[in-house]
C-alpha cells in the first residue's frame, strides 16, 4: 500500500493497527472500531483493507459506510480470488515479509509449539510453503530456509504484483460514502 | 483419577499445545477402564465446551484455539472405531466448507464425531460450491446438508445454498445446518443465511443432525 501510494495510484492517508491484534479478533474489532469512530465524520472516504478478519467485519462496514476490500485476507488480497484458491488446493501455507521475519517467534510464543509438534502439524496441514514475493523487499530467503527446515516442507517465492491489491482498493474506494469535503483515502 | 479429572488434564495439554500429553491422557483413561465412547461423552467433550468457553471468553488466542482443537481431533480420533461397527446408521448427511471458506478442522471434527454416532458422513472438503453440495445431497438421499463457514462473509455465500435448495422445491426434504465459529459469535447470522439450526461446537452435532432429520420425516410424512 505503501508503494501505491508512492507512486501516486492511490491517494489519502494510510493508518495501520498492529498485525497481531489478528490473534484476537475481539480486540482487533473493539481497536478497529475506535479508530472508526474516531475518523467518523470526517470529510473524505474511509476504506478499510481488512479481509475477515472479525466476526463483525461487515457490519462495521455498514455501520460507519466505509469502504472494504473484498478479500477474505491479506494473502488474497495480493494473489486474488482465483490464484487463492489454486494455491490452497495446493496445500499451500502462505509467507508474507512482515510473517518470514517473525516467524520463529510467531510459531513458538503465539502458538506455543514446540518444533516437533509444529512439525507434526504443518505436515499434516500443509503440503509447501510459499513467500508471495512483491519484490518491494528481498526475499528472506535465509529465513524461509530456516522455517523449511523447522516445519519440514518446502518451500518456493512465487511473484506477485501489485495489480490485484491495487483494483481491490480502487474498488472499495468506489464503495465509500464520500463526505462532501473531501475524497481521501485513509 | 476419575474421568473429571482426566478430562482436566486433557483441556491443559490441549491448551498447552501438549499433543502426546494429549495422547498419553487418553490412553491412561482407557487403561483405567474408561471405553472409548465413556472417554468421548465423558473426558473429551467437557474438554472442548471448555475449550469454547475460553476461547469465546478471550482467554487464549486464535492460534491456541486452532492447535487446541487440532489435539481435540486427534484425542476424537483415538477414541474412534477403527472401520466403523455401525450395521444399521441414521443416514446419510454431506457436509463441507462453503465456496471460499478453507477452514477445515471444525468441519473435520464434526464429521468425526458424526460418524462416531452412527451417520454415513460425505465430506466434500473446503471451497464447496453450492450446486456441488446439493448434487451430492440428491446422490446419496441424504437429509441434511452441513455447510461449514469460519467467518462473516464466507458465511454468507451459504445463502446460495439456501436459494438453490428452495428453488427445487426441496426445503422439506433436505434440511440445511450451519456451523463455524462466526455463528457463535453472531447467532442471528444462521437465520440470515437461511439456516434450519446450528450447534454450538461438534459435540452437539449429532443431537442437530437428529433433530433435523425428524423434521425432515414429519414434512415428508404430511
Partial sequence: ??????????????????????????????TLTAALEHHDGQSGRLVLVYGDCSARMLDLVRR??????????????????????LLM????????????????????SELGLTRGVAREL?????????????????????????????????????????DSMLAALLEAEAGARIEPDGQEMR | MNIADFSDQ??????????????????????????????????????????????????????????????AEDALLRCLPVGGVHQHT???????NIEDDFHSLGRRTVGLFL?????????????????????????VNACVIGASAMMQTTALNIRRLR????ARGLRDRIKLAVGGAVFNWRPELVAEVGGDGTAHNAVGADQLFIRLQSQVKREVAQ
Fill in chain 1, 1 to 30: 500500500m505503501e508503494e501505491l501510494h508512492r507512486l501516486g495510484l492511490i491517494r489519502g492517508e494510510l493508518l495501520f493497527l498492529d498485525s497481531m491484534l489478528h490473534m484476537y479478533p475481539p480486540l482487533l474489532e473493539a
Fill in chain 1, 64 to 85: 460507519f459506510r466505509v469502504g472494504r476490500v473484498n478479500v477474505i485476507n491479506c494473502a488474497q488480497l495480493l494473489v486474488g480470488r482465483d490464484r487463492y484458491r
Fill in chain 1, 89 to 108: 488446493r495446493e496445500g499451500a501455507f502462505l509467507v508474507l515479509p512482515e510473517w518470514a521475519r517473525r516467524w520463529e517467534h510467531l510459531m513458538s
Fill in chain 1, 122 to 162: 504443518m505436515g499434516e496441514n500443509r503440503v509447501v510453503l510459499v513467500y508471495l514475493d512483491t519484490g518491494l523487499v528481498p526475499a528472506p530467503e535465509q529465513e524461509l530456509a530456516e522455517f523449511s527446515s523447522y516445519t519440514g516442507l518446502p518451500w518456493r517465492v512465487e511473484a506477485v504484483t501489485l
Fill in chain 2, 10 to 71: 486433557l483441556l491443559t495439554a490441549m491448551i498447552n499445545a501438549d499433543r502426546a500429553g494429549a495422547a498419553d491422557i487418553i490412553e491412561c483413561a482407557v487403561a483405567a477402564g474408561v471405553d472409548p465412547p465413556r472417554v468421548i461423552a465423558h473426558i473429551l467433550d467437557p474438554a472442548i465446551v471448555s475449550l469454547g468457553r475460553l476461547w469465546e471468553g478471550e482467554a487464549i488466542s486464535l492460534a491456541q484455539g486452532f492447535v487446541a482443537s487440532k489435539i
Fill in chain 2, 90 to 96: 441414521k443416514g446419510a448427511v454431506v457436509i463441507g
Fill in chain 2, 115 to 139: 460418524t462416531a454416532a452412527g451417520w454415513d458422513v460425505y465430506d466434500l472438503g473446503n471451497d464447496v460450491p453450492a450446486e456441488q453440495f446439493l448434487k451430492k445431497a440428491l446422490e
Fill in chain 2, 163 to 166: 436459494r438453490l435448495i428452495d
